[in-house]
Nanobody, 124 residues
Framework: QVQLVESGGGLVQAGGSLRLSCAAS????????MGWFRQAPGKEREFVAS????????YYADSVKGRFSISRDNAKNTVSLQMNNLKPEDTAVYYC?????????????????WGQGTQVTVSS
């Protein structure tokens, strides 16, 4: 099991940027595929981005492609999500996730561990 703690959420105007961070602890984090999901009010949780174990491969939802960038630092056991050109529809609680299958995370059922979430609010 991996413990995940997110930080960096907040309120930003449309067009602005935020950087989310996730501190991971527990089992060897470098053996886990990592990622981010989000859940907007009244909507189902959805995939945002994922990154391979050594960070060489990334995958993004179409809605954030070209605006968001995921990265990881296995020496520091951290995962980050740089979010640029934010839109009001990006408003959601963002969750850091970890998966042990080795495949890039794309669906909720592939996730083994979830963080508690951090709120991102984008005003128009």
């Amino acid at each position: 099991q991996v413990q995940l703690v997110e930080s960096g959420g907040g309120l930003v105007q449309a067009g602005g940027s935020l950087r989310l961070s996730c501190a991971a602890s527990g089992r060897t984090v470098s053996t886990y595929t990592m990622g981010w999901f989000r859940q907007a009010p009244g909507k189902e949780r959805e995939f945002v981005a994922s990154i391979s174990r050594i960070g060489s491969i990334t995958y993004y939802a179409d809605s954030v492609k070209g605006r968001f960038s995921i990265s990881r630092d296995n020496a520091k056991n951290t995962v980050s999500l740089q979010m640029n050109n934010l839109k009001p529809e990006d408003t959601a609680v963002y969750y850091c996730v970890a998966g042990s299958t080795g495949r890039l995370l794309r669906q909720g059922y592939e996730v083994d561990d979830w963080g508690q979430g951090t709120q991102v609010t984008v005003s128009s």
